[in-house]
């Protein structure tokens, strides 16, 4: 989507450095733009400002309903259980936006009070704004600890980890390339005759195209999400480690720019306001599994998030909970609907597990003969 015809770009400082570097030493990258778009040190969007919430830019599942919360923490402590019950257990958010998951995680922990005392948790956020509402929401609760860059396996040391990570991996950079005469070429970002920012084509790739592509289409990849998966696999190569990871893309891989940018609850140009615009990327989840699954992991789902949640007892979870507070079911009842809009978030949201081969296939996945087979 796009703005409104006719208007006009906001200008800001992040933008004008930008374009400055652009016009020292040539066009960048896409991944490097949308990288000094979210996490420049000095201007960044996730460095400097709360984004999540209905004063912020965007609203997120948990954010929605307590329920995805809730339902996310009992997950956790299931796949506490299918790990063997250890006396002590990593649970890693990637990305906690305001702690509105973790909060609702934690309560709902507490129906298992031995998988509660086992948790050592870490939350993973560069935002300084957020990460002070996290201290606020979590500062009571017992073992928690924050990291301002993702922490590797040594972290750990070799104990059983829980990852999840809920709207992270769309943030994460992405490169576009663009076909043309047969060959992809690097698609980057320069200036147009307006000095304003426009996409502009590269260097060949190297790599010609398959019968399937069309001159003029692109194609994109991240390396930043390949590294989340190589991630995963030394945190599996360590000790037992289970993942989720909900976020709105395909499970097949596609063709198209999916850059996007959203300020104050609307969809914007990737371009508007650089440091002050939510830059985001549809998440291949296709690539995701075979990086991971290269790397000996097993993979449950790519399914639609309406089916993971139904299979985890959404309905029943917001029934119980609309039946202890009438007051607040209509809003409860609201919130969930919105979690499993066919045409919404049930379906463009897609969730998948990864987790150590060794062990059973996670819950809330279809299991397939293959897994029942292996486990």
Request: hydrophobic share 40%.
């Amino acid at each position: 989507m796009t703005a409104d015809a006719g208007e006009t770009p906001l200008e800001t400082p992040l933008g004008q450095l930008l374009k400055e570097q652009i016009g020292a030493y040539g066009p960048m990258s896409v991944s490097q733009f949308m990288s000094d778009c979210l996490f420049h040190e000095t201007y960044g969007y996730y460095t400097r400002q709360a984004a999540v919430g209905a004063a912020g830019d965007f609203i997120t599942a948990p954010e929605i309903s307590q329920v995805f919360g809730e339902l996310i923490g009992l997950w956790c402590a299931v796949v506490w259980q299918q790990m063997g019950e250890p006396a002590r257990l990593h649970l890693v958010e990637f990305g906690p936006g305001r702690g509105t998951l973790m909060v609702d995680a934690l309560r709902s922990a507490k129906a298992v009070p031995e998988y509660r005392t086992s948790l050592q948790v870490h939350l993973v956020e560069i935002n300084a704004t957020l990460k002070r509402a996290q201290r606020e929401r979590l500062g009571g609760e017992a073992g928690i600890a924050w990291h301002d860059d993702w922490p590797g396996a040594e972290t750990f040391g070799g104990e059983p980890v829980i990852v999840i990570g809920n709207e992270f991996l769309d943030a994460l950079p992405i490169e576009q390339v663009i076909a043309r005469d047969g060959v992809w070429h690097w698609r980057e970002v320069g200036l147009d005759a307006a000095d304003g920012f426009a996409f502009v084509e590269g260097r060949p790739s190297g790599h010609a195209v398959d019968d399937s592509v069309r001159d003029g289409d692109v194609r994109e990849f991240s390396e930043a999400q390949d590294h989340v998966a190589d991630l995963l696999v030394q945190y599996a190569q360590a000790g037992p480690m289970a993942s989720l990871w909900i976020d709105y893309g395909s499970d097949v891989p596609f063709t198209g720019d999916t850059l996007q940018g959203v300020r104050q609850h609307k969809y914007v140009p990737p371009f508007d306001a650089p440091g002050e615009t939510d830059v985001t990327a549809q998440v291949d989840f296709s690539a995701l599994v075979k990086r991971a699954r290269d790397g000996g992991l097993g993979v449950d789902g790519v399914v639609p998030q309406a089916e993971f949640l139904g299979a985890l007892g959404v309905i029943e979870r917001a029934s119980r909970l609309m039946s202890a507070n009438p007051a607040q079911a209509g809003m409860i009842e609201a919130g969930v609907a919105r979690l499993m809009a066919p045409n919404g978030m049930g379906t463009r949201f897609k969730a998948v597990g990864l987790r150590s081969a060794q062990l059973p296939p996670l819950p809330g996945f279809p299991v397939h003969d293959a897994q029942r087979g292996s486990a």
